[in-house]
């Protein structure tokens, strides 16, 4: 089966508020995930990544939480806007630097956004 | 400017054709790979290329057969297409080699299989 998979499938929250998207990976040599935004219609769009030797990384209203224990990452959006709705995907990558490195998606997970 | 483009957007056909599906990025990179997103949006890597030579082939059916005629170009082509082959196919790119991974994918195209 999947090595990544995501808790919920879908998630609705309040305009304004902050949004946390949670996802499981049962691989423990990953050493690189991804979080992917799929608008619809549209292919995924890279948000934010991190390396397995970092615990946290901010980007511009996204936070990427990574705990290698527990084999979790989570993505946090400050102050979710409308136009963040869409479906979001973790991704986790082994051998980072090898010509045969590849990503194993999870399932996606749909932010909704409520006015 | 588009960075990965992919032609057509949508496609149907009836089962038995054989169809291709095209892809070129203009971003350098040296990777090239095709996912395949089924009805459930779950995205899964079928072929990847490095420099024109096959990496990555995912236990995909022998009737779907990758092409890249240069590092810039990664097609699809499909013989005997099936109803299960209905899908969303997207090409994506990555420099392997550089200290960023992401990959940057394309607009996707639509494969309807009647």
């Known amino acids: 089966g999947e090595s990544v998979g995501l808790h919920l499938p879908t998630l609705s929250v309040q305009e304004g508020d902050n949004s946390i998207i949670n996802c499981a990976y049962s691989?423990?040599?990953?050493?690189?995930f991804i979080w992917y935004k799929q608008e619809s219609g549209k292919g995924p769009q890279f948000i934010i990544d991190i390396r397995s030797n970092m615990d946290k990384r901010q980007g511009q209203r996204v936070t990427v939480l990574l705990n290698k224990t527990v084999k979790h990452l989570s993505l946090q959006i400050a102050a979710t806007q409308p136009g963040d709705s869409a479906v979001y995907f973790c991704a986790e990558n082994v051998d980072l630097t090898g010509a045969n490195s590849k990503l194993t998606f999870g399932k996606g997970i749909t932010l909704s956004v409520r006015p | 400017d588009t960075a990965v483009s992919q032609t057509p957007k949508y496609l149907v056909t009836q089962m038995g054709n054989d169809k291709s599906i095209k892809c070129e990025q203009n971003l350098g990179h040296d990777t090239m790979y095709w996912y395949k997103q089924d009805s459930k949006k779950f995205l899964k890597i079928m072929f990847s290329y490095n420099n024109k030579e096959l990496i990555i082939n995912e236990t995909v059916p022998n009737r779907f057969s990758p092409k890249s005629p240069d590092k810039a170009h990664l097609n699809l082509h499909i013989n005997s297409l099936e109803l299960g082959d209905s899908a969303v196919y997207f090409c994506?790119?990555?420099?392997?080699?550089?200290?960023?991974?992401?990959?940057?994918f394309g607009p996707g195209t639509r494969l309807t299989v009647t």
């Open positions: 691989n423990s040599a990953s050493d690189y």
């Open positions: 994506a790119s990555s420099q392997v080699m550089s200290q960023a991974y992401e990959q940057y």
